[in-house]
Structure formats: structure tokens, C-alpha cells
């Protein structure tokens, strides 16, 4: 059957190279023309469709995850991300003329992928970035030039890839896995596109991860180190960063963040005495020459500022490499770190017009990104660690109130929540408490309860049964917290009623209790949703032309009448990458806020080569 849907789809295209001129005779008038495309693109939607649910038959499901966890075993996937390379044509040798970056770490290793990017190209470099999660379409994961590939070649690069695999197959599960195959998918693109650079984002952990099948990296990165995905790299900081340090190449630069959590900082340094690796720190950004120019990040949040250094020293030591007629040397002096480590740091450098320009526009949706949409106004932040959610709580305490109602109309603030995997949900509501939101949603991270097989988002890692208890616990968390705090507060010798938008704390929680008395903690008015659209359109209340329809499954309780009439609704979603993507989804298919309009001098227009007026007007750019 896949044979056949690649065959199909190559016979329709070879007709379209063959039959334009006269197709196109014959739709003379604009109304043939868009019949035609019409046509066309509904062609490439059901080839693209039938590649992604293809590929969604390749996701690991629900019982084979846990039984992973529960084992806790290390599975090295270098060597079998190896074998799938070689049967699809791409030896070891081909990787080698592959010019790599490759960055690891828990916290900000995509953001600072997007400063790399965006920067070599600023320069005029041909790039290529493989990134995950996708938080809309699969195709975002492999980027030429700062775009997410075609729907057209990814369907022609896929099909070449599963047959291939298909057919050499020596047993019925001698297929990659989801993420494996998206690996092997992504190196051969990069490879046939004949990209200057590839910047490749770690998938989970470093030393054992699909990537790490690059053996010579031009220059290695190591963001910030953080506990995260610990049933499968450990619940030690230690362990955590000996499996990231594990993509140190012998003699490779390696460029990282001083560490917030001790004693990571100090494994790095050994691994890399180990692997006789260079390990050098980074400078803090403002210490970088900008001249006259001001210092404007793409990204939002402080958290952005080490990244952005970080990214400012790969792309330097990248185009030094590059250049034989410059020292592929770092310049640096010596230091100590807080704990007495001494790692030499970088020296910071005058910055170029393409340098200033490349963090300027770098996009990275669904961190720290604000969208409104009518009187809704969504704060999309992805953090899933204690470090990251913190910086998140940061950043909406900064922001929230730049976007309050200019005329003091009333504002309700609400929590839009989700934590999956073996992440602990209450360690990162708990921090969620200091918002004073209105009202807490739960939902699953499913778009719709009828999503299909062929849907870029469908998930099959984790079963529904799962997915609603674990929502039912984290809200059960979360008014346990928000109690707990409430309870601390009262008995406070300060604590005295406060009043916001006319009404008391003690009679908010009164008004509170009147408009959630369906509920079985009416005091910390919170709701479960089977599904993300269920919840949008519910939160809604029809003032949005976008989120309407029928809830698949009937509400607890009504929107009470302060979201109903308030004159801006600001909602936090936070927790989860995939639950912003689906968030987005809904709000923005298309990823219109990722994709920016600038004309620059004898280059293509690309993802993060442009400004998005909205995404300047709703977002809050990092400065100093």
C-alpha cells in the first residue's frame, strides 16, 4: 500500500509537469485558475495526509512506553539510527560532509537552534535545522533556510525513505521508530539539499539519542541543565548531564551556560577531560560589542540571554571554521566559576550587522509568545521543569499587565494547564499559585476527541483513560495548592483584604463560591476538558469568530458571568509543549506567528527572517 501511494503520487506529479501548458490553455480566466490550484492542493493534502498517518503507525504506543519506563533501560539508539541510514542510501562517510552544530541540554537548546539559524543566515548561509517537538505540523521539525520543508517534498522524501526501509526490512519490526525515522528523514534532506549548515537539536538526553550518529560535529553547545525526562536519563543532576555531555566530540569545541543546578557544571568539565574536549563558558550578552545598536531578542524573557550568547559563540566558532584564513581558535581567559571550577569562558566579540540582525529576528513560537484575538488574549509558554516554569511565571507577572485594557475594563486571568510524561505536576502548579488566576482549566492535550490517524498532532503514546486521570490529579493538585496558600496567607499578621476591581479578596472568594456551586470545590473554581477545542470554545463564550461550534462533551458547569462579560480575557498555557501546539492549532493552523515578511538584500523570504507586525505587537521582545 505505501508503494502504491508513492507511486501515485509520483504519476501525478510527473502529470503536472507534463500537462501544465495545456491545462493552464484552457483555464484562461482567473476562475479556471483557482479551480485548478484548487484542485492541485487538495491533490498534495491527501498525499500529504496519507504520508503523515503512515507515519503516525511508527509512534511507540501507550503500553510499550510505560513497559520502557518501568524498565528503565538504556536503549543506544546511535548504532540502529546507523543501519536506517545505510539502507536509505546515507553512509557514515556522507554524514562526515555534513557541516554540523549540535546542541543539547534541558532548557533553551531550540531557542538557541533558532539564534543559530537565524544568524548563518543573516550571514547568506544555506541552513538546515531538525528540531522537536512539532507543535503543529510535523513538517516544522526539518527547516531548509528557516522554513518548514514543502508539503510537496516532504511527501517525495518520505515515501523514499519508508519504502526503502520497507523493502530492506529484515523482520516485521525492523522499522525506526517516530523520532528515529523523523532522524533519518531529516540527515537525508539536509544531505540532497547540499545545506552549508546543519543545526541539529538533540531529541532526548545526547549520549544515547538518535542525533548523536553525527561523529563530527563542527562545534557542540549544552544549554541549561534541568530534571526532565527522569524514568529514562535518572533523577540525579548528575546523571542528567553526563548523558547530555555524551554528544562531546574528541577535539570538537563545546560552548556552555554556567549552570544553575550544582554539580552539573562540574560533570561537563569531566566528561569532557574525559572525551579531551575543550569546555568553555559563555560571556553575558551585554558584554558583546553592539555599538550604537540596541540589543533586541526575537525570543522573549531574561531566560533568552544566555541563549542568545550561547548561540553567538556557535556561529562564531562555525564561520571561523569555515574561513581558512581565520584562527579556528577560541579566544578565551581563565575563570572561576561559583562552585571553584575553573573553565575557561570566551571572550565576547563586536558584533556584525548579520549578528544583531539574526537574534533580532529569530522566531521560536510557543515560548514566552503572546497572541490576542479579540477580547481572548493567550500567553503560550511550553515549560515543563521547575527552572523553565519559573522563568515562565517571570515572564506573565512582567507581561500580563502590558497588556491589560487601556480604558480599566475588567480582566480575567485564567490557567490553561497540562503536564505529561514523568514530570511531577504539583512542583510546577505550585509555583503557578503566585498568579491569582480566576479560573484553572485542565485538559488533555488531544485537539479534538475525533482527531484522525492522519492528523499531524494524533498521539499514541499515551492512552485517553490516562491522559483524563492524569488531568483529574493535577487539578486535585492544584486546589489542594491554591488552599494550602490561601490558608498561609490568612494566617499571615499582615494579611488584611485587598481590593481588586472593586470587590474584596473575602468577597471574591464568596462570588467565587456562587458561580462554581455546581462544583465540588467551588472555592477554587477549576474545570476538566476532554479535549483542547472543547476548552477554547468554551472559555470563549462565543465572542471569538474563530472558536465556535458544538462541545462534543457537556461542561461541568456554564462560563461563569465574570469570563463571560469581562472586557479581556487573559489565558496562561503552560505545562506542556504539545498542549501549546494544540493550543495553536486551533488558533493559528497556519502558524501565521511564526511566519515573518522581510525583504532581505538577495535572499528568500524565510520563517525567521522577517517581523510579523502581530508578533511584534503582541509579544514582548527580550531587552536588558
Same mark, same amino acid.
Given at each position: ?66 513497559? *520502557? ?40 537548546? $531550540? ?16 541552513? $538546515? ?25 516532504? *511527501? ?90 555524551? *554528544? ?9 551556560? %554556567? ?22 563558558? *559563555? ?74 540582525? $539574526? ?131 490568612? %494566617? ?133
Amino acid at each position: 500500500m505505501a508503494r502504491l501511494f508513492h507511486a501515485t503520487y509520483c504519476q501525478w506529479r510527473q502529470w503536472r509537469r507534463l500537462s501544465t501548458a495545456p491545462r493552464m490553455a484552457m483555464a484562461h480566466d482567473r476562475q479556471g485558475v483557482r479551480r485548478l490550484a484548487t484542485h492541485c492542493q487538495a491533490e498534495v493534502d491527501q498525499h500529504y495526509e496519507e504520508a503523515v498517518q503512515t507515519l503516525n503507525s511508527l509512534q511507540s504506543n501507550a503500553a510499550v512506553l510505560q513497559r *520502557i519506563r518501568q524498565e528503565r533501560g538504556f536503549t543506544n539508539n546511535v548504532q540502529a539510527t546507523e543501519g536506517f541510514l545505510d539502507r536509505v542510501g546515507i553512509s557514515l562517510k556522507d554524514l562526515d560532509s555534513l557541516s554540523v552544530i549540535h546542541i543539547a541540554g534541558t532548557k533553551g537548546k $531550540g531557542s538557541t537552534c533558532s539564534f543559530v539559524e537565524s544568524i548563518l543566515r543573516e550571514h547568506g548561509f544555506r541552513t $538546515g535545522f531538525y528540531s522537536s517537538p512539532h507543535l503543529v505540523a510535523v513538517r516544522e521539525r526539518i527547516r531548509i533556510n528557516g522554513q518548514p520543508i514543502s508539503k510537496e517534498d516532504f *511527501i517525495t522524501y518520505f515515501w523514499d525513505v519508508y519504502n526503502q526501509l520497507i523493502a530492506k526490512k529484515t523482520s516485521d519490526d525492523d522499522m525506526p521508530a517516530y523520532f528515529k525515522f523523523l532522524t533519518v528523514l531529516a540527515l537525508k534532506v539536509f544531505v540532497k539539499e547540499e545545506v552549508d549548515v546543519a543545526v541539529l537539536e538533540v531529541g532526548l538526553g545526547g549520549e544515547y539519542d538518535c542525533t548523536n550518529v553525527v561523529r563530527k560535529p563542527v562545534v557542540c553547545g549544552v544549554t541549561t541543565l534541568d530534571y526532565d525526562h527522569t524514568s529514562i536519563l535518572g533523577n540525579t543532576i548528575e546523571s542528567i548531564a553526563w548523558h547530555k555531555a555524551g *554528544i562531546m566530540k574528541p577535539g570538537v569545541p563545546t560552548f556552555t551556560v %554556567e549552570q544553575p543546578l550544582q554539580p552539573s557544571l562540574s560533570v561537563l568539565l569531566q566528561r569532557a577531560k574525559e572525551k579531551q574536549v575543550p569546555l568553555y563558558l *559563555i560571556p553575558p550578552l551585554e558584554n558583546y560589542g553592539w555599538g550604537a545598536r540596541p540589543l533586541q531578542l526575537g525570543l522573549a524573557g531574561n531566560v533568552q540571554y544566555c541563549n542568545a550568547s550561547l548561540a553567538l559563540q556557535l556561529t562564531q566558532y562555525w564561520m571561523n571554521s569555515q574561513n581558512r584564513g581565520r584562527s579556528g581558535e577560541v579566544v578565551h581567559t581563565a575563570t572561576s566559576t561559583s562552585d571553584h571550577l575553573n573553565v575557561p569562558a570566551a571572550i565576547p566579540f563586536t558584533l556584525s550587522d548579520e549578528d544583531v540582525l $539574526g537574534l533580532k529576528y529569530a522566531v521560536w513560537p510557543g515560548r514566552s509568545q503572546v497572541m490576542a484575538s479579540g477580547p481572548l488574549t493567550f500567553f503560550l509558554d511550553g515549560a515543563h521543569t521547575p527552572v523553565s516554569m519559573q522563568a515562565c511565571v517571570d515572564w506573565f507577572l512582567k507581561t500580563a499587565p502590558m497588556h491589560a485594557p487601556q480604558n480599566g475594563g475588567n480582566t480575567f486571568r485564567l490557567l490553561f494547564f497540562n503536564s505529561t510524561g514523568d514530570r511531577d505536576p504539583e512542583t510546577l502548579l505550585k509555583l503557578l499559585t503566585s498568579c491569582n488566576f480566576d479560573l484553572a482549566i485542565f485538559t488533555t492535550n488531544l485537539v479534538t476527541t475525533s482527531m484522525k490517524a492522519s492528523s499531524d498532532q494524533t498521539n499514541y503514546t499515551i492512552s485517553r483513560d490516562q491522559a483524563h486521570l492524569r488531568c483529574e490529579q493535577q487539578r486535585s493538585s492544584w486546589i489542594r495548592l491554591v488552599r494550602n496558600q490561601s490558608k498561609l496567607e490568612s %494566617e499571615s499578621p499582615d494579611h488584611e483584604d485587598t481590593e481588586v476591581d472593586g470587590t474584596t479578596q473575602s468577597e471574591g472568594s464568596e462570588r467565587n463560591l456562587n458561580l462554581t456551586s455546581s462544583m465540588p470545590a467551588s472555592d477554587v473554581p477549576s474545570i476538566i476538558f476532554p479535549c483542547i477545542q472543547d476548552a477554547l470554545v468554551w472559555l470563549s463564550c462565543g465572542r471569538d469568530p474563530n472558536l465556535t461550534g458544538e462541545l462534543l462533551t457537556p461542561p461541568a458547569f456554564p462560563p461563569p458571568p465574570r469570563l463571560q462579560e469581562a472586557t479581556q480575557v487573559q489565558i496562561l498555557v503552560t505545562g506542556s509543549l504539545h498542549l501549546v501546539g494544540g493550543v495553536l492549532g486551533v488558533i493559528d493552523p497556519e502558524l501565521r506567528c511564526a511566519t515573518h515578511v522581510r525583504n532581505a538584500f538577495n535572499k528568500r523570504p524565510s520563517l525567521t527572517d522577517l517581523v510579523l507586525n502581530n508578533y511584534n505587537k503582541f509579544s514582548s521582545p527580550g531587552t536588558p
